[in-house]
């Protein structure tokens, strides 16, 4: 499985990191709503969502919020979003506490996830253009709060499996352990210190940026653990088979729709 995992990954990294550091933030939109949009899917199955035109309903009016939003853009909305988002991660810290909550496959539960979904995705969406499109350098600002996920999850499997004993969530997720979460610290804050440098970052700011990385990483880890409760009350492995070892989009995005919200509005308010 890790072999399969990480022929997966070599493949699909040069791609992502071209769809990032290459178009303008236009079609960056564009590319992030596909890709949004495909998770959303994903979502509203593990929500319990089963009709299919319902399920492509939802889609066509979370693709008309994108366009309604990108026709809006620079307004006080996209910052408020961001705290949404923000605030939305700090609820679900509640809501993995009390793991139960939700699982009864019933209408209201059903409802209740689906608008966990758009608050999971739409902020999510906002924030990646936000940052993409900051000046200067907005492309590698994405690049390098989506490394600094990447990295953590790197820093938290290998330290997970060398050094892991205590477990962090056990009945949400039993393969996540605290010597996990102690290397997604590490590995976040060394790719942030070394982004940071070589975008000319310096002094107090710098260290600011790696204060940042720190609350990055504990919101992928959020994120993360999130889906797995969601898949938990689902009965499912994976949210879907996209990627061989790797499940589906939402398995790949779930760390990066919670971390992208808190690293915008952290560089919003750092002046980075």
Request: charged residues 10%.
């Amino acid at each position: 499985m890790l072999l399969q995992r990480t022929i997966t990954a070599l493949l699909l990294a040069p791609l992502a990191i071209l769809m990032i550091l290459w178009p303008p933030t236009g079609v960056f939109a564009l590319i992030g709503a596909a890709a949004f949009l495909a998770a959303m899917w994903e979502w509203t199955r593990l929500a319990g969502l089963k009709d299919y035109a319902v399920r492509g309903g939802l889609l066509a009016l979370t693709a008309a919020i994108f366009a309604g939003l990108w026709v809006m853009r620079g307004n006080a909305l996209w910052p408020i979003l961001l705290g949404v988002g923000v605030a939305w991660w700090a609820v679900v810290c509640l809501w993995l506490r009390h793991f139960a909550f939700g699982a009864a496959p019933t209408r209201e539960n059903q409802m209740l996830k689906l608008g966990a979904g758009a608050l999971v995705i739409i902020p999510a969406w906002v924030a990646a253009l936000t940052i993409h499109g900051s000046q200067p350098y907005g492309h590698w600002w994405m690049f390098l709060a989506l490394a600094i996920v990447w990295c953590a999850d790197i820093g938290a499997y290998f330290s997970g499996r060398a050094f892991g004993r205590r477990k962090l969530a056990p009945t949400i997720s039993p393969g996540k352990t605290w010597a996990g979460v102690y290397g997604a610290f590490v590995a976040g804050a060394l790719c942030a210190g070394i982004g940071g440098w070589l975008l000319d970052v310096r002094g107090g700011a710098l260290a600011g940026l790696l204060v940042l990385s720190a609350v990055t990483v504990v919101a992928s880890i959020i994120g993360d653990l999130l889906e797995s409760l969601m898949k938990r009350h689902a009965a499912v492995k994976d949210s879907g088979n996209l990627f061989p070892g790797h499940g589906g989009l939402l398995d790949r995005l779930d760390s990066v729709f919670a971390a992208l919200p808190v690293f915008a509005a952290g560089k919003l308010l750092l002046g980075l």
